[in-house]
């Protein structure tokens, strides 16, 4: 004996009829159409109809369903008046039993209560309306997020004319990437001033400034230079120094290389100026002087 199935409407089997079952051949021209109906039958399953009179809110409210629908528990569905669509509820179902459904309510739209509504599954929703702002700004300012959530900007500081001209609104630190091209006018260089040098070792970090100013005393000094960038890149230090000819001894880094292959002999009671660059990570140090300024 044959066995059937029927879906939306029509009716399949596995009997040897080509007219009207599987066997025999009849896969070839109903397999397509029984899976047709199926996926139409699955999703008529997800919509139904109700006629409980409910009005629009958030919330947990309750629906008795046209045909038992098997909402799962925890599915998202949509509410829609049936009069206007405008006027609905989307939620996640609490719970179902027969046609019976219950809906926690996130978000409405419209007002109202209504009798007549389409339910159908829903998705998760996205963030949705407007993103907060400071309430006013400045024009041509960029914005930026405020905080970790993602829903509210404010003011950067920062503004894009509208002839593409950008006005920084504090530091901006490239974190050592490429400055491609650019055309400096107005320049200046962040100087260290170091003071006068104690006994011991006085390290220079270049990560602070790439000209340093120091005073020589009559102690034995030395000099280290830290954070030289990375090889293939050019690091260069200037330094200005005062009475240097005061220091009683004065070591520098063991990978300069001096011009001329010496050491400056530093001034007293006037001001050297010794210029060291590296462009292999601080491995080779080359090493130039111009002395006795006044």
């Given at each position: 004996?044959?066995?059937s199935?029927?879906?939306?409407?029509?009716?399949?089997s596995?009997g040897?009829?080509?007219?009207?079952?599987?066997g025999?051949g009849?896969?070839?021209t109903r397999?397509?159409?029984m899976?047709?109906?199926?996926?139409?039958?699955l999703?008529?399953?997800?919509?139904?109809?109700?006629?409980t009179?409910?009005a629009?809110?958030t919330?947990?409210?309750?629906?008795?369903?046209?045909?038992?629908i098997?909402?799962?528990v925890?599915?998202f569905v949509?509410?829609a008046?049936a009069a206007?669509?405008a006027?609905?509820?989307?939620?996640?179902?609490?719970?179902r039993s027969d046609?019976?459904?219950?809906?926690?309510?996130?978000v409405?739209?419209?007002s109202?209560?209504f009798a007549a509504?389409?339910?159908?599954k829903?998705?998760?929703?996205g963030?949705?309306?407007?993103v907060?702002?400071?309430?006013s700004s400045?024009?041509?300012?960029?914005?930026?997020?405020?905080?970790?959530e993602?829903?509210?900007?404010?003011?950067s500081?920062?503004r894009?004319?509208?002839?593409?001209?950008?006005t920084?609104g504090?530091?901006?630190d490239?974190?050592?990437e490429v400055l491609?091209r650019?055309?400096?006018?107005?320049?200046?260089e962040?100087?260290?001033?170091l003071?006068?040098l104690?006994?011991?070792?006085t390290?220079?970090d270049l990560e602070?400034?790439n000209?340093?100013v120091?005073?020589g005393?009559?102690?034995s000094?030395?000099?280290?230079?830290?954070?030289?960038?990375?090889?293939?890149?050019?690091g260069?230090?200037?330094?200005e120094?005062a009475?240097?000819?005061?220091?009683?001894a004065?070591?520098?880094?063991?990978?300069?290389d001096?011009?001329a292959g010496?050491a400056?002999?530093?001034?007293?009671?006037?001001?050297?100026?010794v210029?060291l660059?590296?462009?292999d990570?601080?491995?080779?140090?080359?090493?130039?002087?111009a002395?006795?300024f006044?």
């Amino acid at each position: 004996m044959a066995s059937s199935i029927t879906v939306n409407g029509n009716t399949y089997s596995d009997g040897d009829d080509p007219a009207t079952g599987m066997g025999n051949g009849g896969f070839r021209t109903r397999l397509l159409p029984m899976l047709s109906d199926t996926i139409a039958d699955l999703g008529r399953n997800m919509v139904t109809t109700s006629t409980t009179s409910v009005a629009i809110g958030t919330g947990s409210k309750s629906f008795t369903m046209a045909a038992a629908i098997p909402f799962a528990v925890g599915a998202f569905v949509e509410i829609a008046s049936a009069a206007d669509g405008a006027n609905f509820m989307w939620g996640q179902v609490t719970a179902r039993s027969d046609t019976a459904l219950t809906v926690d309510v996130a978000v409405i739209g419209g007002s109202g209560t209504f009798a007549a509504w389409h339910i159908q599954k829903s998705g998760a929703r996205g963030p949705t309306g407007d993103v907060a702002g400071p309430g006013s700004s400045t024009n041509t300012a960029l914005a930026r997020w405020d905080g970790a959530e993602g829903d509210a900007l404010q003011d950067s500081g920062w503004r894009l004319g509208n002839d593409g001209a950008m006005t920084a609104g504090g530091a901006l630190d490239l974190q050592d990437e490429v400055l491609a091209r650019p055309y400096f006018r107005d320049m200046a260089e962040a100087v260290q001033l170091l003071g006068t040098l104690g006994a011991g070792t006085t390290t220079i970090d270049l990560e602070a400034g790439n000209v340093a100013v120091l005073t020589g005393a009559a102690v034995s000094a030395t000099i280290a230079v830290t954070h030289w960038p990375a090889s293939g890149r050019l690091g260069v230090l200037t330094l200005e120094i005062a009475n240097g000819g005061a220091f009683a001894a004065l070591t520098w880094p063991a990978a300069v290389d001096w011009v001329a292959g010496e050491a400056p002999t530093l001034s007293a009671g006037t001001r050297d100026t010794v210029v060291l660059w590296s462009r292999d990570g601080g491995s080779t140090i080359n090493g130039n002087y111009a002395l006795n300024f006044s």
